[in-house]
């Protein structure tokens, strides 16, 4: 039955606006246009970001380089990310052309090599964080069993292969776009996290006897410097946003300027979870503070389980972002624009069997090797490092869209080119520190132990 006409002025009104609203969504959608606001950018950025696996290592990081340089080191990176990230926004539409993925917005500024090693760096970020962060979950979903089993006969690696399932049923799902409710409850799963765990870390610090805490830097003169390098590393993985074209492309126009508001948003959450989980986890354990926090927290017994779920929430929207890149370059090998419209079917086969081999190797390398704190480390320095400091940097410099102003214009120049070296000096030491780790870990543990 067909809808009754308005009768009003306001009514009409109202249908034109839902009509122009629908209309213009449709547009956009045809167009390769982003239908998404500026929460939903916030909601995307926090997500990938703020994960419980990027900001549970951070007090391990920081007693590895102790009070005044690891204040400085997590406090100027989480300057230096948030600048880059405006840096990359910017980029949109640079030059008349929208390039909807971090390796087109390379290929643009820096031709050939410029895709190619963005589409490296890319991946690596891609792998390594969601071996990390599959890891983290398989940890804190084992960690919610034995609270309830405590005699319990399952392994870490059943719950990686749990986690791993259930990421195989999301990844169906087509977008990042079509995941934003999704990442809305990752979102909010985060701040969850981060209040449960820092309130139960304060309490646990407090029952503490205060003089056996130890600030210190263990171990030989060797082994500080190796552990300074990893814990670099791991602060440059907290950072990781490897998506920022492909999340940009979900936002509606004026890209720019939603963007600007989302990630600026994201980064007051990203301050408020970061700076108080990492100062007061170091506070309350010193030294020895373990490389995933929840693994240092005793009681009580179910805000710990409350802080773990939480945890594998949030861990499960981070893990689709980030395995996005790898399934977008596999699909446009595999799939035509004529098989797209005729044969539906035949691309869902192909995308439950690229996903499920994508989830299959991912599985194995995480339960063979459960070494949480050394791929958030080489994953930082070898693949976020590059992505989320240097490039944007210098892309912004070769891109030429500098100031007018000659002061401004050389301020600019001159923290791009430090952002670049210093950010460039820490990947290689992050992942020096990240290998040694790694070795050690081969030799002390077997494949498939059950951390």
Avoid at 358 to 378: H, K, L
Avoid at 395 to 412: D, E, F, H, I, Q
Avoid at 427 to 436: E, L
């Amino acid at each position: 039955m067909a809808s009754p006409l308005p009768t009003t002025t306001a009514e009409k009104i109202r249908v034109d606006e839902e009509e122009g609203e629908e209309a213009a969504n449709e547009v956009a959608v045809a167009g390769g246009g982003g239908r998404g606001t500026w929460k939903h950018a916030a909601f995307h950025v926090a997500t990938t970001i703020a994960t419980p696996a990027a900001y549970a290592p951070l007090p391990f990081a920081l007693s590895s380089l102790g009070w005044p340089l690891g204040v400085s080191s997590l406090v100027g990176g989480t300057l230096a990310t948030w600048y880059s990230s405006l840096l990359i926004a910017s980029l949109w539409k640079w030059d008349g052309q929208k390039h909807i993925t971090y390796r087109l917005l390379g290929q643009s500024i820096f031709g050939f090599w410029g895709y190619w090693s963005i589409a490296f760096f890319q991946q690596v970020a891609s792998l390594g964080n969601n071996i990390a962060i599959q890891i983290a979950a398989g940890s804190s979903l084992k960690a919610v069993y034995k609270y309830y089993h405590p005699d319990g006969a399952l392994t870490l690696q059943h719950f990686v292969i749990f986690f791993g399932a259930f990421e195989l049923f999301l990844s169906q799902f087509p977008d990042i776009h079509s995941l934003r409710w999704v990442n809305a409850v990752c979102t909010f799963s985060t701040i969850g996290f981060a209040g449960t765990t820092i309130g139960v870390t304060i309490y646990n610090g407090k029952k503490i006897d205060r003089n056996s805490v130890s600030y210190s830097l263990q171990g030989s003169s060797s082994s500080k410097a190796f552990k300074a390098f990893n814990a670099l590393g791991t602060i440059a993985f907290s950072f990781g946003d490897a998506m920022l074209p492909e999340i940009q492309n979900t936002v509606r126009e004026p890209a720019k300027k939603n963007m600007y508001r989302g990630v600026s948003a994201a980064y007051v959450l990203i301050v408020l979870s970061y700076w108080q989980l990492a100062f007061w986890g170091y506070w309350a354990f010193g030294s020895q503070v373990q490389p995933y926090i929840l693994s240092s927290l005793t009681i009580p017994q179910w805000a710990i389980v409350m802080a773990n779920i939480f945890a594998v929430i949030q861990i499960s929207g981070c893990f689709q972002i980030y395995c996005r890149p790898t399934f977008i370059h596999f699909e446009e090998k595999l799939l035509s624009q004529k098989t797209t419209s005729r044969i539906p079917f035949r691309n869902y086969l192909i995308r439950l069997l690229l996903t499920s081999v994508y989830m299959v190797v991912i599985t194995i390398i995480a339960a063979a090797m459960p070494f949480f704190g050394d791929f958030v480390s080489i994953c930082g320095a070898v693949g976020f490092t590059p992505l989320d400091f240097v490039f944007p940097a210098l892309a912004y410099l070769k891109a030429g869209r500098m100031p007018k102003n000659t002061r401004l214009r050389r301020s600019v120049q001159l923290i791009n080119v430090t952002i670049a070296a210093w950010f460039s000096v820490v990947a290689v030491v992050g992942c020096i520190g990240a290998i040694r780790f790694i070795v050690i870990d081969v030799r002390t543990y077997k494949f498939f132990h059950d951390m």
